[in-house]
């Protein structure tokens, strides 16, 4: 297979809370990245759309190996807002010399719901004190 860029979307769950990240997993640059999400979907307390950040819209340049990600909310205020659970990534980027390309990723968030983990304030009573 020839190089070239190869971007993605995907949810990470970290210690109770989630993110989006756009990420370049392919060997050379993408340019003018655009993620359209199906349905759209609410962040920070439902009070932001997460699909109509700049993040989204336009990524002049994503180098290879790079990733943006950025917070949805903590995954109980976003299941318990009754957030989309099935959400379509559609994402369309070109490669330096213009060729384009485009990918469709479906998430299932659901796998997130249940998810049980421990603070690290719990884990670490030290943690977010400083000495």
Same mark, same amino acid.
């Given at each position: 297979? @020839?190089? /070239?860029?190869?971007?993605?979307v995907d949810f990470i769950f970290?210690? *109770?809370?989630?993110? !989006? #990240? !756009? +990420?370049?997993?392919?060997?050379?640059?993408?340019?003018? !990245? $655009?993620? +359209?999400?199906?349905?759209?979907?609410?962040?920070?307390? *439902?009070? #932001?759309?997460?699909?109509?950040?700049?993040?989204?819209?336009?990524? @002049?340049?994503? +180098?290879?190996?790079?990733?943006?990600?950025?917070? !949805?909310?903590?995954?109980? #205020?976003?299941? #318990?807002? /009754?957030? =989309?659970?099935?959400?379509?990534?559609t994402i369309s980027y070109r490669? /330096?010399? *213009?060729?384009?390309?485009?990918?469709?990723?479906? $998430?299932?968030?659901?796998?997130?719901?249940?998810?049980?983990?421990? =603070?690290?304030? @719990?884990?670490?009573?030290?943690? *977010? $004190?400083?000495?």
């Amino acid at each position: 297979m @020839e190089p /070239r860029p190869d971007v993605i979307v995907d949810f990470i769950f970290e210690d *109770g809370l989630l993110f !989006v #990240a !756009v +990420a370049n997993i392919g060997s050379q640059p993408a340019q003018r !990245v $655009h993620v +359209a999400f199906d349905p759209p979907f609410k962040g920070l307390g *439902g009070t #932001a759309s997460i699909p109509e950040l700049p993040l989204f819209r336009n990524i @002049e340049f994503l +180098a290879p190996s790079r990733s943006i990600r950025t917070l !949805v909310d903590s995954s109980a #205020a976003y299941f #318990a807002r /009754r957030e =989309p659970e099935q959400v379509t990534a559609t994402i369309s980027y070109r490669d /330096r010399s *213009g060729q384009e390309f485009s990918s469709t990723i479906q $998430h299932d968030l659901t796998i997130y719901r249940d998810i049980t983990f421990v =603070p690290k304030t @719990e884990r670490n009573p030290a943690y *977010g $004190h400083s000495s």
